[in-house]
């Protein structure tokens, strides 16, 4: 009796041992798996011209796939990187709500059909019935925001289109932000983010640095003589790891088992 | 390093040139510079254009008009087509003087009250101001100089006069800005006046004023652009440095380039 509960007590103690190693071990395949996908994605030639022959952004993309379930093909056709940001485009996440089936399909309600200036998307919550109403666009918005007054600005040429993208994507980060993974679409991101640049200030070209001085050594105080402390000498003994309670031996022995038995 | 004042027209002699490399360099030179080292290497010196003539009297009339008449002379004829008119004429460039009409001092003059009037531009002077303060320095063992229009005595500001065609938009503005290098001037403005004073100045104020009745004017800070500005003329005087030493000026676009296909043109 008493053997056994010594045997299950090793059980149970090797066991979060054993899972650590199997979720490592799980980890490494998965990711050996999705390199390997990823290898094959970029090397095709229907892939956009950010995932051709770049496998860490076909990885990223197979990622995305898999958390919104869709066809890897697919985000890599609606994923952009713009200003170095992955982005939607507004069409695929209008898709992916639509296709959803939490909600109704997304509608939009422009003040104006041939002149909109504004422009609110709305859908029902398949399970409660609830409408989602979601924030209204204005070309006024989009002038104080500044989207509009960029060069080559798509508000001026087509601001009807701009209005319901836009509506969606604020939509989407109400009510369906796990949907989009919080990523903006490829519009917003050209409206909203700058380039990156250096902002590291220069310094001042004209102003000589000046010349690192050494450092002062510090005044010497008079050397006291060492204050003498009488102690007994004791034999220094060996002390065993084992009795440390430090059995690494036996720890990395057992790990090796665990890994190649 | 040093700071000088009324120096006057005496403040462009020695400058860089083409047959001067010795010389100061200047924003305004070092921007013309920075475009093609070849192309200014071989450049003739730029002929003053009415624009400019215009812009010259309208700061000197805003900034030294005590002093107007040490440059400039109005001409009592109505033209130059008589000979008494043309030796008038002739005689006073050779003294240095520029000739102009009562027409252009008049215009000159509307534009220069209109801009040292301004009520965005007045707060920035109420506590007195310097103009036209030479700045001389130093940077990497080459000469550098710059002429800051307006040092008010106390603020974190310089400010610089610019007469433009119109004004239509911010947007329009900040292309003027970019195009012609005024940022680069505002950097190196600052970076002269506080490495000289050991100020901590960090605006820069451009005032710009339109050269047509009824004369608009806009006060604009291009703060935001210094570091942009910083990075354009201190690239520029270690390029200068470099083909100045080997003597070599390089082209906007040197070797045999092959030009890349834009995106656009695929899909016309």
């Known amino acids: 009796m008493e053997t056994e509960t010594t045997k299950n007590e090793a059980i149970v103690a090797q066991e979060p041992q054993n899972y650590v190693m199997i979720k490592v071990q799980a980890e490494t395949q998965a990711f050996e798996l999705i390199q390997r996908q990823a290898m094959m994605l970029s090397k095709s030639t229907l892939v956009p011209k950010d995932f051709a022959g770049n496998v860490a952004n076909c990885a990223i993309a197979l990622n995305v796939a898999k958390r919104t379930r869709l066809d890897p093909l697919m985000v890599c056709q609606n994923l952009a990187i713009i200003h170095g940001r992955p982005s939607w485009s507004a069409t695929a996440l209008i898709g992916m709500i639509n296709a959803s089936g939490k909600f109704s399909p997304l509608r939009f309600v422009l003040d104006d059909d041939d002149n909109p200036t504004s422009c609110y998307a709305v859908a029902r919550d398949r399970e409660s019935g609830e409408e989602l109403k979601g924030e209204k666009i204005t070309l006024d918005m989009a002038k ?19 209005l319901r993208y836009r509506a969606a994507s604020f939509w989407s980060r109400a009510y369906a932000s796990d949907m989009s993974l919080g990523m903006y679409t490829q519009d917003e991101v050209r409206d909203f983010a700058e380039p990156p640049r250096n902002v590291t200030p220069k310094a001042n070209p004209f102003i000589m640095p000046e010349p690192e001085l050494e450092p002062e050594e ?25 009795k440390a309670g430090f059995a690494l031996d036996e720890m990395i022995k057992e790990l090796e088992k665990e890994v190649n038995p | 390093m040093r700071l000088e004042h009324d120096l006057g027209s005496k403040y462009y002699e020695g400058s860089a040139s083409p047959s001067n490399l010795g010389g100061y360099v200047s924003k305004s030179m070092l921007f013309d510079f920075a475009k093609s080292p070849w192309g200014w290497k071989h450049s003739k010196a730029r002929e003053s254009t009415p624009a400019m003539a215009l812009g010259s009297l309208v700061h000197c009339l805003a900034l030294t008009p005590k002093k107007w008449q040490e440059d400039y002379a109005i001409s009592e004829f109505d033209s130059y087509r008589t000979k008494a008119a043309q030796e008038w004429r002739d005689d006073t460039i050779a003294k240095g003087i520029t000739p102009i009409t009562n027409e252009q001092y008049e215009q000159a003059l509307i534009i220069a009250d209109s801009v040292m009037g301004d009520d965005d531009l007045q707060p920035l002077l109420v506590a007195g101001y310097n103009t036209e303060v030479a700045m001389y320095s130093e940077s990497d063992a080459i000469n550098v100089r710059g002429m800051v229009d307006i040092a008010p005595k106390s603020g974190d ?106 995106h656009w043109a695929i899909k016309q």
């Open chain 1, 144 to 162: 104080r925001e500044g989207w509009s007054t960029k060069n080559g600005s798509k508000w001026l040429t087509m601001p009807g289109q701009m």
């Open chain 1, 218 to 242: 510090p005044a010497q105080e008079p050397a006291k003589e060492p204050e003498t402390i009488e102690a007994e000498i004791v034999p220094e003994k060996k002390v065993s790891s084992k």
């Open chain 2, 157 to 262: 500001c310089l400010i610089d006069l610019k007469t433009i065609s119109s004004i239509t938009s911010e947007a329009n503005l900040v292309n003027v800005v970019l195009n012609r290098g005024y940022h680069w001037q505002a950097a190196m403005y600052l970076d002269l006046w506080n490495a000289i004073t050991g100020e901590n100045r960090y605006r820069f104020i451009l005032a710009f004023i339109e050269s047509s009745a009824p004369y608009e004017t806009a006060i604009v800070d291009i703060s935001e652009f210094v570091e942009l500005g910083r990075d354009g003329y201190t690239k520029a005087i270690s390029l200068w440095k470099k083909c100045v030493s080997e003597d070599t000026w390089t082209k906007t676009i040197s070797g045999n380039t092959k030009l890349k296909l834009p």
